[in-house]
């Protein structure tokens, strides 16, 4: 297959790339590698610490490491959330986004050190972060508990790091784009905008009162949504045609779906302010622009599942191992928006208001989609990038399952145990230590799913490392071009 | 969708205009907020915080207590804050319009507290609560575990200080 054939394309699907490492590939593969190292420990930090804050959930006075101030839950819980997020996520989408966009618009990423060295600040601003998290200096607002000083150096490292997928648009050098490329494009462009303005109006100069909540709560939809929403969304737009070697069905809706996700994702935030003290025309617009992303989880959900249930799609889509993690994701995406356009409205909400159907709202977004399609990325991408393969088939199986069924495990734990104790907290003759007792049950569950979660990152960092351990070996040193 | 600086500006504005739209408007309705009396001639509420239920703010944040403890009562009709006696009447943005960070939390793994002070029966209650049977008993020495530290007594005033059982001009307390 020659690289030019190419001009008769339609549209909805990616361009066939080269079965072979491409120049454009050997260039990024330092910083890739480095994002993808980095990303993969941190995963695991951050599930070694979410077992812990599984132990203790829940219990005032069980839990291991009682009164042990380093590891109380707040800390703990602080510490997992943003390893995961900052650690895992961020790095995992600044190694996929660069080679999403390299692959699409063939880019030769020249100034590779100025990644790298983005990498290296991002990762050392983020352990240095998280260890004043653990020695108590935390700013007590979710997903921005750094210290404020590390607020800039992330934002610069950032522009260091997770840059290139624009710079890489801007230099294409065909007319056409596809799908994924403007979700990535969109992605890193609105982190940091809306990382800097919430650094500054709820750390460097506080808004008054209750305003630095609402900057707070319009910062988080922006995080999750935007960047982990887009992000994964990209990255299934390029899979799904990729792999089952046809289009997206309904692509020509993508370009909606994609302007209506931007349009409405970052004014959903005051959803998860309803009933707050802050102005009821507020909470009214979270609500309503929760439910109108109902569009574009709608368009997603035609082109995605459209694609897959053609042709027999789903069997091929289990049967290949990128494609399993990727359609389990796409999946939860859907769930997710529905869900979230459920709870959204005033009555719903206030039933599983400050329970943990939020965090099972959020574990569905973060891992039962974005992660579990990372994933899959990963399968597609790293064999391309070491030239070798996977070492273990076996370890694969273990990594879907354990992750799998432990994503599954946790977020009906946390969906459904909490909305039952919010059904329960609802009637003020319930006491909560009532509440916390009928939910137990829901705990083991926690346990053990972020017992499945480990053992399936596990089994996914040894195949991964031991495949790019190996690929550096000096026998297959040079092998390409 | 094939222009970058159409992207670009597009994508700017998606972030921009919630932003003007729900920070900055916000900012303007909510940002000039002050103390104030609920009737002519009242006392002004809600009171300055004291300092040392400033340090002690300090050490709440410092130990994460907002992963489990709101700080906010909601309506009557949106759950049941008020009958479970969080609060004699939901919380108001002027409430919070005194505090230098505003901790509101989204996680009720214990106890609200936007009203704890006004419901804190005594001091040694306030510690007691504090020690969480024990998990924070870090903050205390002695050989019974009952001698606050400073972190304690600072967080002990903190929490003494956080009332909302005063009528203020959007919610009033009823006689």
Known sequence: ?481 | MKNLNTLLAGIFLAVALPFGALVISSQVQLGSLGRAPAEDGGPLFPSREPGLAIQGRAVYVSLGCVSCHTQQVRPAGQGSDIARGYGTRPSVARDYSQQKQVLLGDRRIGPDLANYGARAKDLGGVHAAIQHNGQFAFLYSGAKQDVPSERAIALAAYLQSLRQDYSSPEAKLKQ
């Open chain 1, 1 to 481: 297959m020659t690289q030019e054939n190419r001009s008769g394309r339609p549209q909805g699907r990616p361009p066939e790339g080269d079965s072979r490492l491409t120049r454009t590939e050997a260039q990024l593969r330092g910083p890739f590698l480095l994002f993808f190292v980095s990303a993969v420990i941190w995963l695991l930090a951050a599930s070694v610490l979410g077992l812990i804050a599984a132990l203790q959930q829940g219990s005032i006075d069980a839990g291991p490491f009682r009164g042990c101030e380093v590891l109380t839950y707040g800390h703990i819980a602080a510490a997992q959330r943003n390893l995961f997020v900052y650690g895992w996520g961020f790095n995992a989408f600044f190694a996929l986004n660069l080679w999403l966009l390299s692959q699409l618009g063939r880019f030769e990423l020249r100034n590779d050190w100025l990644a790298t060295l983005g990498g290296a600040v991002w990762n050392i601003a983020l352990t240095y972060g998280v260890i004043q998290i653990f020695g108590g200096n935390q700013t007590g607002f979710g997903l921005l508990e750094f210290p404020r000083e590390v607020g800039p150096i992330l934002a610069v490292a950032f522009l260091l790091a997770g840059f290139w997928p624009i710079v890489a648009f801007a230099r294409r050098p065909t007319g056409h784009t596809f799908a994924s490329q403007w979700f990535v494009v969109g992605a890193s462009f609105a982190f940091p905008l809306a990382y800097l303005l919430a650094q500054l109006l709820v750390l460097w100069q506080p808004a008054s009162g209750v305003v630095q909540a609402i900057a707070h709560s319009w910062f988080v939809s922006n995080l999750l949504l935007l960047w982990f929403g887009a992000s994964a969304l990209a990255a299934v737009y390029y899979f799904l045609p990729k792999v089952l070697g046809r289009t997206i069905s309904g692509y020509y809706l993508a370009p909606v779906g994609f302007w209506t996700f931007f349009l409405f994702a970052g004014w959903t935030g005051p959803s998860s302010l309803i009933g707050a003290p802050v102005p009821l025309w507020l909470q009214s617009m979270g609500v309503v622009a929760g439910a109108m992303l109902m569009v574009p989880v709608i368009i997603t959900a035609i082109n995605f599942h459209g694609t897959l249930s053609s042709e027999g799609g789903w069997s091929r889509a289990w049967n290949d191992t990128t494609l399993r993690f990727v359609s389990f994701g796409a999946v939860a995406f859907t769930l997710f928006g529905v869900l979230n356009a459920a709870f959204g409205f005033r009555g719903t909400n206030a039933v599983v208001r400050f329970t943990s159907f939020a965090a099972g709202q959020e574990q569905l977004l973060v891992y039962a989609f974005a992660t579990m399609v990372l994933f899959g990325a990963a399968y597609f991408v790293l064999p391309r990038l070491t030239g070798s393969l996977w070492p273990s088939a076996k370890l694969v199986h273990v990594h879907f399952w354990a992750t799998a069924l432990g994503t599954v495990a946790s977020s009906i734990a946390l969906l459904v145990g909490g909305y039952e104790s919010g059904k329960q907290l609802a009637d003020a003759s319930v006491s909560l230590q009532q509440v916390a007792k009928a939910g137990s049950s829901w705990n083991l569950t926690l346990v053990v799913s972020a017992v499945l979660l480990l053992v399936g990152h596990c089994a996914f960092a040894l195949n991964a490392f031991g495949m790019i351990l190996k690929s550096s070996a000096p026998v297959s040193a040079g092998r390409h071009d």
